[in-house]
């Protein structure tokens, strides 16, 4: 489990950050957070879909990454076996968090038990208590990522005020009769879709929201590889997934 702590001059004046590597920190995220400026680059490798905080009842936007809760199975010790790597995997050690100083206020954590972590080798953090260019570059990544955070919200909420939001369960059928469900999780209603007004569907084309709805409805493609990617893993054989809508439809 990641160790995320404030980001600390004096504390981790030393710290440098390795390049990334393999990926291994994401061995066992099944499922990423992404913005969508990222829609049209991850539906060429993964569903990209919606899901709903049980607690906060919020809508955040995933990228699927496995079946098995736990399994990354784009993930290898050798490659990674996608064309796409989201943003949130190459954002490590890094990770926004609350400012204790100021309310309401963003700043940088790091994974102290990163392994791209070092005192030995890589960019340096600091230079005395100054950040150098290296953590200056890291800084702009999240000011950008907040950007697109906030472009993502804004998008959703829209797709709620227009009814475009519908729930998918996903049911998986193992070649040994075992069965599975994967809920919580929601695409673009695509009857409500074509019901949109002329100037409702310019808008949505000015804004860029139209590009991302179908990158996220041509993703649903992505789950046939994620059947053979998972088929090839040594975990039970899949003999099929079936998509049923909150309407009832397959």
């Known amino acids: 489990m990641p160790n995320y702590v404030l980001l600390d001059a004096a504390k981790h004046q030393k710290k440098k950050v390795l390049p990334h590597t393999n990926f291994k920190h994401s061995a066992q995220q099944h499922h990423v957070p992404m ?15 919606f899901m709903k905080d049980p607690q906060e009842g919020k809508f955040h936007a995933t990228a699927l990454l496995g079946i098995i809760a736990g399994k990354n199975l784009h993930f290898t010790q050798n490659d990674w076996l996608g064309t796409y790597v989201p943003a949130s995997i190459l954002r490590a050690p890094f990770e926004l968090g609350p400012d204790l100083q100021q309310d309401k ?3 940088l954590y790091v994974d102290e038990d990163s392994q791209y972590l070092s005192e030995k080798e890589g960019q340096a953090l600091f230079d005395g208590e100054n950040p150098t260019q290296s953590l200056l ?20 909420a829209k797709l709620l005020d227009c009814n475009l ?37 310019v808008d949505f084309n000015k804004q860029g929201y139209l590009m991302a709805i179908h990158a996220m409805l041509a993703s649903l493609g992505q789950v046939n590889r994620l059947i053979k990617l998972h088929n090839g893993s040594e975990e039970p054989k899949i003999k099929g997934v079936q998509m049923r809508f909150d309407s009832g439809e397959e």
């Open 105 to 107: 206020t963003l700043t």
């Open 165 to 201: 939001l519908k729930e998918i369960e996903l049911v998986v059928q193992y070649e040994n009769s075992d069965s599975m469900k994967i809920k919580g999780i929601y695409t673009i209603n695509e009857a409500a879709l074509r019901l949109l007004s002329d100037e409702l569907v």
């Open 35 to 49: 913005t969508i400026n990222e829609f049209v680059q991850a539906s060429t490798s993964f569903p990209v879909m």
């Open 137 to 156: 570059q890291v800084q702009k990544v999240f000011a950008d990522y907040f950007k697109d955070e906030i472009a993502t919200q804004k998008f959703i």
